[in-house]
């Protein structure tokens, strides 16, 4: 069989989400919050909690980066992250950001219980995750870093710590 690309009409979505949310907070540029609904809707995310100043749809930038993905990620404002994070954790949700701390573990060994319901936390570019969310977080994951810098862009951060976490949910 010859290996050919297909077309994007040929691609079928996912019957199903999978448990996981993205609250993201302050983040500064809307090309980082297009990529981030382009990555959840790739790995089945359910809905991203836009918090603080990030920027939300409409925007054209958001939308250019999203690739129209905005369309079909829910996603929904809140003003107040802290308000948003005692919601889930009321739903049933675990709180996780993903930031590099003393506490935090190393994503590839973060464990995923059946069921676990999982949102994951964004801080902004320049600063990362605020403490306060910090602390009331659950847990902390980190993606480890083999360079000299210790971190990333936040999108990209984010697309490997959440294929980590959704690897581990059954398809």
């Not at 809905?47 to 603080?52: E, I, N, Q, S």
Request: proline share 5%; hydrophobic share 45%; aromatic share 4%.
């Amino acid at each position: 069989m010859r290996n050919v690309q297909l077309e994007h009409a040929q691609h079928r979505p996912a019957a199903a989400l999978r448990p996981l949310r993205l609250l993201v907070h302050d983040l500064e540029l809307a090309a980082n919050v297009g990529t981030l609904f382009r990555i959840a809707d790739a790995l089945g995310v359910e809905r991203l909690h836009l918090t603080g100043t990030t920027p939300r749809p409409p925007d054209a930038r958001l939308r250019k980066a999203a690739r129209s993905t905005d369309a079909h990620v829910a996603w929904e404002r809140g003003d107040d992250p802290l308000a948003v994070v005692a919601a889930l954790r009321a739903g049933g949700w675990r709180v996780v950001s993903l930031e590099l701390t003393t506490a935090s573990v190393d994503v590839r060994r973060f464990a995923v219980a059946p069921g676990d319901k999982l949102c994951l936390v964004l801080g902004a570019e320049a600063t990362g995750v605020a403490q306060a969310l910090l602390d009331a977080s659950d847990a902390t994951v980190h993606v480890p870093m083999r360079g000299h810098n210790s971190s990333m862009n936040v999108a990209s951060a984010a697309a490997i710590a959440l294929f980590e976490l959704s690897r581990q949910y059954p398809d």
